[in-house]
């Protein structure tokens, strides 16, 4: 039970990372980006081709990220020079990607039994889960640093108007091409590097392991967003990490309670539509109830003028 | 320093919905001049601001900024040297990002935007003095959300995100519009006050013949993608409201009243 759990939230946070990187999309550039499920399994599959080679696995995990950042470059291009629709472009490239992770992975399955990074994190002085948690933590507090300080720069600050105005970043000189290309390779780079830790943290690449994934990633940054706020930058990035913690466990709990492995996405889908109707559901109903109390008030004054 | 030389626009070109936006346009600015711009919807005013700031370029005719040809130079490009303010307030602004923010990016208008940090402790300083200077508070809610803001403040910010760099050119579209009276009388007097001590050349396209009248050294109306007429210097100064209705009775040959070309 205890095991599961921490299991959970293990792999809560190498989601987390990829929470983050769809934060960059999704909330920051405000660009849904379909590429996800693509360059999730891109990071998987880069990562375990050059590992199958003999690259050492830190090396391997690190390429990971290039993967994802040319398919969030192809996915940026396509949309800025391209003029093609946001959702479109990250439809093209997702589908695109599925025959080049396969091509990179030469076969729809590679086990990862051992020699990857996991090892030298399980032989940590601290007992598995213990160990495994600390790096983890550690890993996903590095990449959030590294992602906050990036959008405090000069660049950063354009990249986070260009969601909100693009015609202002124009406006006042910026690039918005370069602001929504650089974004959205970060942020896929993030993703990728998601995938090859999740690959190795269960033992295997699978050419199918990203479908869903973009969900995965809206429900964990939604999901957080209700539960912890998201007021700036790194409270945003942090809600994303909880959010995919939160998710991981909820999922834990539905599959203890009997859940069928083959209805996970189902749960998934319900989940993310549950937290994105209940948040708004609440304030209409308190904008409601503040409503029938007003209209009670100055019908109560009017009751009193008229006594008096 | 500006000229615009037979400048034409065209949206939906070889189609039913054909429309000449701007007809063969001749407009030379020099250093230092307002221009006011009116005309009835749809006459082309935002259509011009939006050729002289690239953020289309003209189908015939050239573009020329203090000696250089910009005709074909990408909006980006010539903002280094264009500050703009919008009519819509939500527009020109981040409503995500604080005021600080906002400024941060404005403040780096025509320089790289590299790795740097996009706010330090100089850019702070220089920042909360513009502020001060704008006399609205502001410079006490650094950390405020601009999307927060009052649209009337919204539109202060804007002007100062536009002139603090103090650029070639300010292009105002109709900046006070969607503001209620007291508010957009507050942002016209601070255009007045930016213009006038950055000495900055500027071209604003408004609704309100007596504001067209009063501000600046120049008017022209447009009418159809044309400049109808112009006026400046003291014939602009004697001018009334009265004047521009007639002469542009006897030039179209069609009445107007004032309200059809203030507003449809
Ligand atoms: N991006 C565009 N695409 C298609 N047609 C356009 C575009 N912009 C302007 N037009 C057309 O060009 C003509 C001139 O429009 P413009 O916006 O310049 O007028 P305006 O003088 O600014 O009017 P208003 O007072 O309503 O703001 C109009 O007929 C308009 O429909
Ligand atoms: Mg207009």
């Known amino acids: 039970m205890i095991a599961a759990f921490l299991g959970a939230i293990e792999l809560g946070l190498l989601y987390g990372i990829l929470a983050m990187g769809v934060y960059l999309s999704f909330r920051v550039l405000d660009f849904p980006d379909l590429t996800v499920d693509g360059s999730f399994v891109t990071g998987a599959a880069v990562m375990s081709a050059l590992f199958l080679h003999g690259v050492s696995p830190w090396i391997a995990t690190l390429t990971a990220l290039l993967g994802g950042a040319v398919a969030g470059t192809l996915t940026g291009l396509l949309t800025t020079k391209g003029h093609i629709q946001g959702l479109l472009s990250g439809i093209l490239v997702q589908i695109g990607l599925y025959s080049i992770n396969l091509r990179i992975m030469g076969r729809s399955n590679i086990p990862l039994l051992a020699g990857t990074v996991m090892d030298p994190i399980a032989a940590l002085p601290f007992g598995l889960h213990v160990s495994t948690l600390l790096t983890f933590v550690a890993l996903v507090a590095f990449c959030g640093v590294i992602l906050w300080a990036f959008l405090g720069t000069a660049f950063g600050l354009a990249v986070r108007a260009t969601g909100d105005s693009p015609q202002m970043v124009r406006a006042l000189g910026g690039h918005t091409t370069a602001t929504v290309v650089v974004g959205l390779a970060i942020s896929n780079a993030f993703v990728a590097f998601s995938g090859a830790l999740v690959a190795q943290y269960q033992g295997f690449t699978d050419v199918t392991m990203g479908i869903g994934m973009i969900v995965v990633g809206l429900a964990a940054v939604i999901i957080g967003e209700v539960l912890f706020g998201a007021p700036n930058v790194w409270r945003g990035l942090a809600a994303a990490v909880g959010g995919a913690i939160v998710f991981r466990l909820v999922i834990a709990l539905a599959l203890r309670a009997g859940l069928a492995p083959t209805d996970l996405k189902l749960a998934t889908a319900v989940i993310v539509v549950v937290a994105l109707l209940l948040p708004r559901w609440l304030t209409q109903r308190r904008q409601r109830q503040n409503l029938q109390q007003a209209v009670d008030a100055a019908l109560q004054e009017k009751a009193d003028a008229q006594v008096g | ?264």
């Open chain 2, 1 to 264: 320093m500006l000229q615009l030389e037979n400048v034409s626009k065209l949206f939906f070109t070889g189609t039913v919905n054909q429309r000449v936006a701007v007809r063969k346009i001749n407009l030379t600015l020099e250093d230092g001049d307002f221009v006011t711009v009116i005309g009835s919807n749809g006459a082309g005013k935002s259509t011009l601001l939006n050729l002289i700031a690239g953020v289309y370029p003209p189908d015939r005719g050239r573009i020329v900024l203090d000696g250089k040809e910009i005709t074909s130079w990408e909006e980006a490009r010539r903002a280094a040297w264009i500050g703009r303010v919008f009519q819509d307030p939500a527009a020109g602004t981040a409503p995500r990002m604080t005021i600080a923010e906002n400024l941060a990016i404005a403040y780096r208008r025509g320089q790289r935007r590299g790795l740097q940090w996009g706010l330090n402790k100089a850019l702070r300083e220089q920042i909360e003095v513009a502020l001060a200077d704008l006399g609205l508070g502001l410079e006490h809610r650094l950390q405020t959300k601009v999307g927060l803001l009052s649209g009337g403040e919204r539109q202060a910010l804007t002007l100062l995100m536009a002139t603090c760099t103090q650029p070639r050119l300010l292009l105002l579209d109709e900046h006070t519009a969607a503001l209620d009276p007291s508010k957009a009388a507050l942002v016209t007097q601070l255009t007045e006050r930016l213009v006038a001590e950055q000495r900055l050349t500027t071209v604003m396209v408004t609704h309100n013949m007596e504001q067209a009248l009063r501000l600046g050294n120049r008017l022209i109306m447009l009418h159809s993608g044309r400049i109808l007429f112009e006026i400046q210097g003291s014939e602009k100064r004697r001018a009334t409201v009265r004047d521009l209705l007639e002469a542009f009775h006897q030039l179209q040959g069609e009445t107007m009243t004032e309200d059809e070309l203030l507003m449809n």
